[in-house]
Structures are given as structure tokens and as C-alpha cells.
């Protein structure tokens, strides 16, 4: 990013607290030389994680799906979360554990690591596309979970994505609708999709799409407001005849969908768009959803 200044932060580096401006990874570690390793991205709003224990256990269950050690345990790792906010002087913020398989001689076999490498940083980070209504288009880079990695587990190779993206940039878009291998849409280059058609919330299947919190979220605020959810199977063109889309995540909060493909969507003018839009920014401030960084 231009401008990209880490002075100020604090980053946790595998039990120490170093200044963000001099952070560094060992080159021989095997989640810079093969993106073997996991992440995490939560968010703090107004100085309180939101759902940081479920972010947590997911964490984990992507560490036990590649046999990594996690090196601290759930309560530990959020305590050391918020001591790196705390120490980074910051109350609305991006979170990002990181879990790699570590130094070790190069080469692909993982036992050439003896110990996990643990790594917690936090930094300021607007919402990730902007606010307003965001164009997409549908990427030619197919997602290879399940046929590959599992889309449940967050990884540090985002390649897929990467590539997609620029398709994306090139084309003068905000981002990118990627496909599964059965042509399906599975979420876009870091965010899940929903679609409202005849009233019924509608969202596709996590055979190649992350489980996403913030999709958890809006699935339970839809129950809640009485709104009909389906999880399905969507292909592309069923999403040009949305009565409304947008997609959600952590980095990108929740975003109306104004066009795909050419296509207009008017998200902007369905209620329930906005209406679960309100109810996520009312969730992220909820006691009952979040832990407090600077005490109460």
C-alpha cells in the first residue's frame, strides 16, 4: 500500500512485543517460502474484538486440518490480541493472528520445522472496498477447494485471489466473482456473497467458499428478522435477476452489490440490504459479541 507507514504499531513475534516499523520474518520460514501457514483477520470496533472466540476456534480447526501446533491456547492468543491493540494505541482496527510452520531447511516436507512460528498484528483499515455500492465481474480463475485445500481453512496462499483481483483492477472493477470447479459461484476474492431473489436470502454453499463470520452474522441477523435464508448452489447468471446483493466479511464489512458483469443490481434500493446492513453495525457493539481491549 503507498504511504504504508507501520511506525507506532506493535506486532507479537513468538512471545515478544517488537515495533511494527521492524517486524521481519526469517527468510528460511516455510510460510514465506510456501505459504505454509494459517491467519486470521477480526476486527475491533470502538475498542472491543467482535466474536474474537469464534475466530479463534477457527484458527485452530485450520491448524488441525494441516497438523500445525498452535502455541498458545484460545484464551492466551486473545489476551496477546488485545495487548497488541492496546500497545498499538488503537480502538477501531484490522486484527491479524498468523500461525506458520516456521524456520526450518527449505524444502516442502513440513517436519523439516521443529516449531510453529505465532505472529499478531493489528493496524487502522477503512472498510476494504469503500462504502459505496461496488461493481464486480465474474473471474475466469476458478477457486480449487474442495478438489484442493479445504475452503474452511484460511491459508496464507490467496493466489487464486491475487489473480482474480487484478483481473478485476484491469478491468476497472472493485473486485472479483470467483467460480468453483462445478461452475458454481463460491465468494469473491475475499468475501462471501449474498443475493436476495423473491424475498429469500440466498447464499452459496461453503464447498468453496470460506465460512465466513460476518456470513455467520448475517445468516443469524436474517433469522432473527424473520427473513427466509437459503443456502444453495448459485450460478452466475441467476445473480444478474437479484433483487439485491452484497457481500460481506471482516476486512469489508457488509456491501451492497451494484452491478456484476455489466449487469445493474439494485441493491440500493432493496430494504433488507440495508436493513441487515444496520443490524451487523448494531451486532459489532453488542456486549453479548464482544470482548473489551481496554477493560470493563
Known amino acids: 500500500m503507498s504511504g504504508w507507514d507501520p511506525s507506532g504499531l506493535t506486532v507479537y513475534i513468538d512471545g515478544s512485543y517488537v515495533s511494527g516499523a521492524e517486524a521481519t520474518v526469517p527468510i528460511w520460514d516455510h510460510g514465506l517460502l510456501y505459504g505454509d501457514g494459517i491467519f486470521e483477520g477480526m476486527r475491533c470496533f470502538d475498542g472491543a474484538l467482535f466474536r474474537p472466540r469464534d475466530h479463534v476456534a477457527r484458527l485452530g480447526r485450520s491448524a488441525r486440518s494441516l497438523g500445525l501446533n498452535m502455541p498458545l491456547g484460545p484464551d492466551e492468543l486473545i489476551e496477546v490480541i488485545c495487548e497488541v491493540i492496546r500497545r498499538s494505541d488503537l480502538r477501531d482496527a484490522h486484527v491479524r493472528p498468523m500461525v506458520t510452520r516456521g524456520v526450518g531447511m527449505p524444502g516442502i516436507d513440513p517436519t523439516r520445522c521443529p516449531d510453529q512460528t505465532l505472529i499478531v498484528a493489528a493496524y487502522p483499515f477503512p472498510p476494504l472496498l469503500g462504502d459505496a455500492p461496488i461493481r464486480l465481474l465474474t473471474s475466469s480463475v476458478v477457486r480449487k477447494a474442495p478438489r484442493s485445500v479445504g475452503a474452511h481453512i484460511k491459508s496464507l496462499n490467496y493466489l487464486d485471489g491475487v489473480i482474480a483481483k487484478r483481473q478485476a483492477n484491469a478491468a476497472g472493477m472493485n473486485d472479483a466473482i470467483m467460480l468453483d470447479g462445478q461452475g ?11 443475493a436476495f431473489f423473491d424475498g429469500v436470502l440466498t447464499t ?28 444453495r448452489e448459485i450460478y452466475p447468471m441467476e445473480l444478474y435477476l437479484a433483487d439485491g446483493a452484497f457481500i460481506t466479511g471482516s476486512g469489508a464489512g457488509v456491501v451492497a452489490i451494484a452491478e456484476i458483469d455489466g449487469n445493474p443490481i439494485p441493491s440500493s434500493e432493496h430494504p433488507l440490504v440495508q436493513a441487515l446492513r444496520d443490524g451487523y453495525r448494531a451486532r459489532t457493539r453488542d456486549p453479548r459479541y464482544v470482548v473489551p481491549v481496554y477493560g470493563g
Request: charged share 20%.
Open 184 to 194: 458454481a459461484v463460491a465468494e469473491c476474492t475475499g468475501a462471501n456473497v449474498f
Open 204 to 231: 452459496p454453499t461453503t464447498r468453496a467458499a470460506l465460512p465466513g463470520i460476518t456470513r455467520r452474522t448475517i445468516i443469524e441477523l436474517a433469522i432473527e428478522q424473520g427473513i427466509p435464508v437459503e443456502e
